[in-house]
């Protein structure tokens, strides 16, 4: 497997609709007319993921005030990310992509580098979409860890 297609600042981002930890389907076109942050981790309930996460929760009212939703997408399933919202009281809705078609389509999803180690999966991305559906920003290979304030900085919010 190659490289995946990359999005890029002034792409339209490719259109979805997947279950969240309800069951319901949530799709990009429910959040026409705002900017949304689409941030793809690879899974629930680990400590990278539950870090990054929680950095989300704990930004969402600021990032709110600016004018950003907040859309979690990983490839597990709608139970386990019920279990997760609810054991770190998460405040935004998260939705599973079992295939990874939303991955792909988002170029989060090929061959990625652990330790050296070459394998394919999620790869841990933020896509910033405005309220037309454009993507303004396209990051990959991020860090859980401090991902959020970076984030801020490059939108040009205030900590």
């Known amino acids: 497997m190659s490289t995946p297609h990359r999005l890029n600042p002034g792409d339209t ?13 949530v799709s990009l076109k429910d959040f026409a ?17 539950t870090t990054e996460a929680c950095d989300f929760r704990d930004n969402l009212a600021s990032l709110a005030s600016h004018g950003y939703t907040v859309v979690g997408i990983s490839p597990d399933k709608p139970a386990a990310l019920e279990k997760f919202t609810s054991e770190q009281e998460l405040n935004f809705p998260l939705l599973s992509d079992p295939d990874h078609e ?50 801020r900085r490059d939108l040009g919010i205030d900590s």
């Open 102 to 151: 939303i991955a792909e389509a988002y170029g989060a999803w090929g061959e990625k580098k652990n330790y050296g180690k070459v394998s394919v999966g999620l790869i841990r991305s933020t896509i910033v979409i405005d309220e037309d559906g454009t993507v303004v920003a396209a990051q990959y290979n991020v860090r859980a860890k401090g991902h959020v304030a970076k984030l």
């Open 13 to 25: 981002a490719p259109a979805f609709s997947a279950e969240d930890s309800r069951g319901e389907t």
């Open 33 to 49: 007319g705002s900017r949304v942050v689409v941030y793809f981790y690879p899974k629930a309930s680990t400590p990278g993921c």
